[in-house]
């Protein structure tokens, strides 16, 4: 292969189809963000919208808002535009609480939908509250549910006529792996479970298809690469075909079949509301649906097709560059089996990414070795990830990682 | 009495101690907004708050805020905060979630702390969203623990050595109604079982004195009198001598020890964090935070006496303006047992409430006759009541409230 260049991939951000997304995003000059997979930037239509719910919907509108500007219909508009971004139905989709909350929902209801089964399957190192939801789900039902957990490439041993549900993160949030979701569900389905997929790392990155592969339920965070603001609601999805069935246990009033007409017995609403809980978060949610807007109306297959080859010239630009300074490839080679990020371990990773990042070049850490790089086909220009490169290489050839400032450790999430 | 005059009341106004913090709100010219204890008003210091979240702190700051703008620390911060409003201590409080989920939380927790009690009790018309998530609750524990409803004259009869939890509206949103909590927790502890309080309708309203009482624990919501925005994060109360024994089910990342270790297991942070599950929501704790200051800064002595005088006024006014006209007193006379509202009933009350709304007073209606007029004191006035008085008086003697663009249903939370 030619060695790639600073011209050729400046080429290839003329080319881009998708170029003129950028507008659509603050991003202060000079700023190389690769971070959007954790939390994603701010859509300059956001501050306008945030200001309008504030200001004349609150501010002015005050109650009368809940129905002049339909706040009631919120989370079902929303999570219908966020449908077309998963492959799923209008009908399908809400947007509320969050990710966290939602699983729980998901989870104990599906456990209640196969009575008798004792297991719910996941992997080790999936992301950490999927993990202590389901450990929450286990300890409060006192053992009449286990979690069991097996590597990927033992789990479909571990599924069996036992299992109620299986859980799994699309994408893995520190490898950036990606289940095959087609065949995972598949083989829930064969003994009888249910599939739960935690699109996190993958709604507005990949393409999903949840109804075509068939799964059961999901849930997802708005804050990564929808763009949805700081700890934006979550969605979640339950399958049409199961929402008769579906009971979840947190059932708030906004779930209720007629909130308003404020009766002392729950009665679940018809189709996807039953998995609203509480009031309606209308400050958060309105921003989200600035970025959801932004993500349904671009081309999946060439945010795709861009996200793959953004990967690629990252791994031969790092080979061209960086070999020698020790870093390590994680996520798969090839880029079919990657989400849209790449991730590096290196042990000196931590006081690496700060190096990074005084150079405003921002990626994250994740303990213990990590270094992570998304990659957003919305914003992400082919020359940030020349220029990036080129800014680690020098980190590494001068050591200019090796400062005491870079060793401590914060919390990043 | 001597009749009131609306000069008598204009001086009330001018003696006001509180009638400065007015000035902290967005009111337009013209409306009288009695309806703070469903939806409270725009704090003009939120706009600023709220731009400078989503501009700097999201826009600029991005990933980084999580550490430079202590984004992590924001639920202890403000639930601190808030700690001073209800009478509780630092480290007892979390704002997080909605009021509904953290109401499964503190229950799920509380019927794990009383093994072998079956029972939670609550009254019938207690907040439907209370009575559904204990509905949840019981559904989702397949007969375990029940529910027990009896009216409030009743309920310590049926409080007995199988409750594990009482959950109660401190101030009943309809009626207006306050329990006695000292009476209640008194008698919840005389039988080993534990008390949970909704102060929905008390934080910022009411004096609150969760530790004076002993209350164990306690659920609120942020967007009534606290002045919030519309769907506010909710807060949970935890008594500290509880703290160590408090395990909750929807054990998310955000309640974990060290969320950035991201390991495996779930290990619940030490006090009041174990209570947090998913990422924070930064916009709207933020606006909350804006609210709750305010709140804090005033003197809660000073805004229950002028909630009583507005309350003993405006049904001393119904009784001079609107006798005859066939409304009912629904809350207490006596200031004493009741809330920061007074309810009447009627017959035709949601079509008087369409009438009053047209003229830019705004109440709201409760299923199936109610009328709520909710005061709050920083920003309610007493000529507002006379105001009120008269164009319902004017209102009933015209008839104006028959007419057909009146009668229609709408939602109205």
Known sequence: MTPLTRDALARLDQDDALSLFRELFE?????????????????????????????????QGLIRSWNTHDWIALPERVGNKLATIIGADAGEVVVADSTSVNLFKLAAAAVRMRPGRRKIVSEPGNFPTDLYILQGLEGFLGGEVRLETAPRERLEEIIDEDTALVVLTHVHYKSGK????????????????????????????????????????????????????????????????????FRQPLSGWFGHDNPFAMSDIYEPATGIKRGLCGTTGILATSALEVGVDIMASADMAAIRAKSRQLGDIFIALMEQYCAGYGFTLVSPREAGLRGSQVSLAHEQGFAIMQALIARNIIGDFRAPDILRFGFTPLYTRYVDLWDMVQALAEIMAKGEWDRPEFKRVTAVT
């Open 27 to 59: 991003l202060e000059d000079g700023l190389i963000y690769l971070n959007g997979n954790s939390l994603g930037v701010l859509p300059k239509a956001a501050k306008a919208r945030v200001a309008e719910v504030v200001e004349r919907e609150w501010g």
């Open 178 to 245: 990606m289940f095959d979701m087609a065949a995972l569900t598949a083989r829930a389905h064969e003994v009888g479970a249910l599939m739960l997929w935690d699109l996190s790392h993958s709604a507005g990155a990949v393409p999903v298809a949840l109804n075509a592969v068939q799964a059961d339920f999901a849930v997802g965070c708005g804050y990564k690469y929808l763009n949805g603001g700081p700890g934006a609601p979550g969605f979640l999805f339950v399958a049409k075909r199961h929402q008769a069935e």
